[in-house]
């Protein structure tokens, strides 16, 4: 089974902290993703990469930043925390192969206070 | 106008109904289109794909495509509470996905 694991189901947060979401798969799956959920606005996505080193921008980048350094592990960082990044955020692979379905983690919850 | 646009909800169907969901996508350079389940609290898991006009059956579930028309649906067969969840409609270009707001479907017993 493909497994996407999210390293905090739960996260309390100030505001102006630096926040760091780790993601790891273990399925040597060449895409990852970075999405936030909110109600009302659906799935969202942030950041992107293709390959180890590499990033895209997604929809919604802006207050955010991305970091890929293993194939197998994509983190997101929230460079200055506020109350409007508190959401659910998911974190998805797929593989390079084009229109493959992307399997998602758990999800951490931030709440940003 | 969103690029993926699914039929407002809440839907409620009684137990062994059948459910229909739909989604219009605007990318006419869309390959490929996934059906999405989301319990509550929980993350998305892929329950259909297609790629190709037409029909695609998996047991109670068939994925219906009309790239012409920019639509695709999901019809639920046989609906039992267990279906009751959120329904994501993902519409792939180039191996980056777009979400609808999703359709939240109850099934009452």
């Known amino acids: 089974d493909v497994k996407v694991t999210q390293s905090s189901r739960y996260l309390v947060k100030r505001t102006g902290e630096k926040v760091f979401l780790e993601c790891v798969q273990d399925?040597?799956?060449?895409?990852m993703f970075w999405y936030r959920q909110d109600p009302g606005l659906g799935l969202r996505l942030i950041y992107f990469?293709?390959?180890?080193?590499?990033?895209e921008k997604g929809d919604i980048p802006e207050g955010y930043s991305v970091s890929r350094e293993k194939k197998e592990r994509f983190s997101l960082i929230l460079e200055s925390a506020s109350t409007n990044q508190t959401s659910m955020y998911l974190c998805?692979?797929?593989?390079?192969?084009?229109?493959?379905?992307?399997?998602f983690g758990q999800g951490t919850r931030l709440t940003v206070v | 106008q969103k690029e993926v646009e699914q039929n407002s909800g809440p839907l409620s169907v009684p137990e062994g109904a059948i459910a229909s969901l739909n989604c219009t996508y605007s990318?006419?350079?869309?390959?490929?289109f996934f059906w999405y389940r989301q319990y509550s609290g929980k993350s998305p898991e892929l329950i259909m794909f297609i790629y190709s006009n037409g029909d695609k059956e998996d047991g109670r579930f068939t994925a219906q495509l009309n790239k012409a028309s920019q639509y695709v649906s999901l019809l639920i067969r046989d609906s039992q509470p267990s279906d009751s969840a959120t329904y994501l409609c993902?519409?792939?270009?180039?191996?980056?996905?777009?979400f609808g707001d999703g359709t939240t479907l109850t099934v009452k017993p």
């Open positions: 990469s293709y390959d180890v080193k590499m990033k």
């Open positions: 998805a692979s797929s593989r390079l192969i084009l229109n493959t379905e992307a399997f």
């Open positions: 990318d006419r350079g869309s390959q490929s």
């Open positions: 993902a519409v792939n270009n180039a191996g980056k996905s777009t």
């Open positions: 399925m040597d799956h060449e895409n």
